[in-house]
């Protein structure tokens, strides 16, 4: 039999040197990866802020300096919850060298991070704060899938 998790699902699948469960931030307890990102979207939604890292996902190469192919998204540690960036904004910063302003549209609102860097570009693997803007859109490019919408109740 697989160890059941508190959140009733089995540990996720998972290679050598990681868990395969995350931990709840209030009560400690272990949940599986697909369990610890609907409740970090839902969090996000809560509070209007969240963590993330940038990648990339597969697309049309928009906007641009994302590889062919591919675009650039937000996601979290275990590579899951991937939103779309769909704006980057670079701007000089003279400590840094370049400020990098990135958006992206969720849950019906305009998100923002920043990244800083010596080019005018985005750079994957790192992490980031992101926020929600007072700016509401109507068009999202990526949401949760069905089965992550049933898990936060949306
Ligand atoms: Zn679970």
């Not at 802020?49 to 990339?56: A, C, D, E, N, P």
């Not at 996902?57 to 300096?65: A, S, T």
């Not at 919850?81 to 990135?102: C, D, E, L, S, T």
Request: hydrophobic fraction near 30%; charge should be positive.
């Amino acid at each position: 039999m697989p160890t059941i998790l508190s959140c009733g699902h089995p540990i996720t699948d998972h290679g050598p040197n990681i868990t395969g469960y995350a931990r709840t931030p209030d009560t400690n307890e272990k949940i599986c990866y697909d369990c610890a990102a609907a409740a970090e979207l839902k969090d996000m939604l809560e509070t209007g802020r969240g963590f993330m890292y940038v990648g990339t996902m597969p697309g049309d190469g928009y906007p641009d300096y994302a590889p062919a192919n591919e675009v650039y998204c937000v996601h979290n540690w275990t590579g899951r919850n991937k939103i779309r960036i769909g704006g980057v904004r670079a701007g000089h910063h003279n400590m840094a060298g370049y400020q990098i302003h990135f958006y992206f549209r969720y849950a019906g609102a305009l998100w923002h991070g920043i990244q800083w860097h010596d080019r005018p570009r985005l750079s994957t693997g790192l992490y980031c704060r992101v926020y929600r803007t007072k700016q509401l859109v109507t068009e999202v490019y990526c949401v949760p899938g069905a089965r992550m919408r049933a898990r936060m109740g949306i």
